[in-house]
Nanobody
Framework: VQLVESGGGLVQAGGSLRLSCAASGSSSNINAIAWHRQFPGNQRELVAG???????NYADSVKGRFTISRDNAKNTMYLQMSSLKPEDTAVYYCFAAVPGEGSAWGQGIQVTVSS
């Protein structure tokens, strides 16, 4: 599975962005998906995920502001981000778990929120 993110960029605080992650390859076998982010000098942290049974979970810092979703027909996952804050500035990565293949990561995309 190969993952390619898009939709990042610069936005003012309070604004919105939607990240997309297009999957190719063995994308029909993807079960769990997630978005992570990485701040400079830090490890990646989970932002939001959808488990193999369809349960969603969010980091406390983004609950009520971010929404993860997937469109299986388009082999694409999304992260809708609203009420963005400067502390959301990070590189965002999409992730997919594929049974029998392990996992795949996107290349990362920068999101910058100005105050």
């Amino acid at each position: 599975v190969q993952l390619v993110e898009s939709g990042g960029g610069l936005v003012q605080a309070g604004g919105s962005l939607r990240l997309s992650c297009a999957a190719s390859g063995s994308s029909s076998n993807i079960n769990a998906i997630a978005w992570h982010r990485q701040f400079p000098g830090n490890q990646r942290e989970l932002v939001a995920g959808i488990s193999t049974i369809g349960r969603t979970n969010y980091a406390d810092s983004v609950k009520g502001r971010f929404t993860i979703s997937r469109d299986n027909a388009k082999n694409t996952m999304y992260l809708q981000m609203s009420s963005l804050k400067p502390e959301d500035t990070a590189v965002y990565y999409c992730f997919a778990a594929v049974p029998g293949e392990g996992s795949a990561w996107g290349q990362g995309i920068q999101v910058t929120v100005s105050s």
